[in-house]
């Protein structure tokens, strides 16, 4: 059995996508041992209403060591699943290939500091880009810099906003994530 750590900061309807497919075998033994927010957010009370153990760390300084901490031993994966705080330095190298992060547009582009949320859909619509979608990808110490799992396009139509842009990355979300997660435990 695999076990999993997922990080979330908002909404966690990826933490929630996770959660149901751990439940109908879409994603295979596997189990999140611990859900881990940096604020209080509705992911906390999906874990909480799953019976997941779940913890907040506050953001800010000394984040990393405290998720360190509770860390539990064995862990195979650290997921970021809408997780706004940056892990530092050590924390990523000590897992390399064991942490991996959503992002809500086509990375390389759209990626780095501030690139987040509607921030990432605004900027999409603003340099009139033809399609958007979502990237799965390792967590190194550059943001939004490591290896790309899986990513999946779709085309932006003409009358676009945030919010429906918002609504379609999140749908291919939910279908790249478990796939994305499947393909990095099969090689553990
Ligand atoms: C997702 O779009 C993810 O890519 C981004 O934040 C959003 C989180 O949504 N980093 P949710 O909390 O999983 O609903």
Known sequence: MKS????VSGGGTNLQR???CIGTGEIPNAEIKLVVA??????LQRAEKHGIKN??????????????????????????????SILNKEFCERFPGKIINIHPALLPKFGGKGMWGHHVH???LKTGEKE??????FVTSGIDEGKIILQKSFEISPNETVESLADKVHEVEY??????INMVLKDY
């Open 4 to 7: 999993m750590v997922v990080l």
């Open 18 to 20: 996770i959660i149901d």
């Open 38 to 43: 940096d604020r209080e957010c509705f992911g």
């Open 55 to 84: 913890v907040i760390i506050k953001r800010g300084k000394n984040f990393s060591e405290k998720l360190t901490d509770v860390l539990p031993e064995n862990t195979d994966l650290i997921v970021l699943a809408g997780f706004l």
């Open 122 to 124: 605004e900027a999409v």
């Open 132 to 137: 958007s979608g979502a990237t799965v990808h």
């Open 175 to 180: 279908s790249i994530f478990p796939e994305a």
